[in-house]
Structures are given as C-alpha cells and as structure tokens.
C-alpha cells in the first residue's frame, strides 16, 4: 500500500482526460461533413439557383431554361446517391434524416411552383403532389411512436415519374414531346395519388397494431 488515495497518485482519477471532450466534439462535427451531406447541401443550394436560372429572361427562353434543367438534372442525381452512400458507408446522421427531405421537397417543389407561376403546369398539377407530399409527412409523425413505414416499389416508381416528368416540363419543349411529357405527368400523377393512398392504409394499419399492442401489454 502507497497510503496515497488513488485520484491522488493518478492525478485525475476518473476524470476525463484534458481535451477529451473537445476531441469527441470534433470528432462528431468531422462526421457531419461526409460525402452524403456534402450531397445534400449540393442540392439545397442548387435550389434558388434553379429558381433564379428557370425564371430568367421572363421564363420561356429555351437556353435559360436547358441551364435550369441542368441544374435540376444534378440535384436529382444527388438525391439518388447521397441515400445509397449514406446506408451503404455507414454515413447516416441526423442532420442528414432532416436536411435530406427537406432538399427533395424543396427543388420538387420550387420546380412544380414556378412551372404552374409561369403556365406550363396546371396549378391543380402542383396542388395534388404537394398536398400528398404534405400529408404524408403529417402521417409519419402521427405513426412514428408506432414504426416506420418502409419506402415501396410503388414510392420509387412514383419519384422516378415525377422527377422525369417535371425535368421535360423544365425544358421547352413543343410538338410530339411535349405531348408525350404531357402523358409522362399524368403517369406521375396517377402514381402520386395511388401510392398517397396506399400509404395511408399502410399509416391506419400500423397505428391500429400499435394501439393494440399497447392495450395488450397493459
């Protein structure tokens, strides 16, 4: 026995070493800056861009709008891999769960506005996807103490038409493709509403199992 109390011989005893926590920190801020966020902050700041690039010149110059095609031609690449990078490489963080949604809903979105504003798109057109976008997001914090409803083929099916569907709205296109975008968009409409409905039966399904549940357990 030294007779010396054990934090004294050690100095800090239990204590964390200096620095400790400010090299957690750090580590933990390095970690937001991945190559999936790095990804999805593309997108974000690719979203006033392509506002500003589709509505040039008034709207309807053929150049300004194959630039804001351009622009919403990347960030819907980006919104196909910052996901896949980030499950496969363990690249998940909560600023990604946030800012990931948000990006998508926002160039769709800004995209489906600007397009009804300047009266290449019906504004019912609009209405309709992001009234579904809306609900949906709605629904998932009324079931989300229940579970999470996985994403579907149909979901998939239903981004993949709208981000086409839109891309050849962005485009000023005239004669047999822009009567064929004309049906694109109405693929991606059906599927919006299909899949908007499904997942509101998926939504009632999973909070009743979950109320039951619950009843059960008490």
């Known amino acids: 026995m030294t007779g010396v109390p054990a934090p004294a011989a050690g100095g800090t005893g239990s204590r964390p070493a200096p620095g400790a926590k400010l090299g957690a920190a750090a580590v933990n801020q390095a970690s937001l800056w991945n190559i999936a966020n790095i ?4 997108r974000l700041v690719l ?27 990347v960030a819907m690449i980006t919104d196909i891999f910052d996901g896949h990078l980030a499950r496969t490489y363990d690249l998940v963080t909560d600023f990604g769960k946030i800012a990931d949604p948000i990006a998508d809903k926002a160039i769709m979105g800004s995209a489906l506005v600007c397009l009804s504003w300047l009266g290449d798109l019906p504004w019912w057109v609009t209405g309709v996807i992001l009234g579904r976008e809306l609900g949906i997001t709605l629904l998932r914090f009324w079931v989300i103490r229940y579970g999470v409803i996985p994403a579907s083929r149909g979901g998939k099916l239903k981004t993949l038409a709208q981000g086409t569907a ?30 908007g409905l499904d ?16 009843r059960a357990a008490l």
Not at 183 to 189: D, E, G, I
């Open 166 to 195: 839109v891309g050849m709205y962005v485009l000023a296109l005239t004669g047999p493709l822009a009567t064929f975008r004309f049906w694109v968009m109405a693929v991606a409409v059906l599927l919006t509403v299909v899949t």
């Open 47 to 73: 979203v006033p861009g392509f506002v500003l690039l589709l509505l040039a010149d008034g709207g309807y110059d053929p150049v300004w709008r194959a630039l804001a095609w351009g622009a919403f031609a």
């Open 199 to 214: 997942y509101i039966r998926q939504a009632v399904v999973l909070r009743r199992q979950g109320i039951a549940a619950e």
């Open 39 to 42: 990804l999805t902050m593309i």
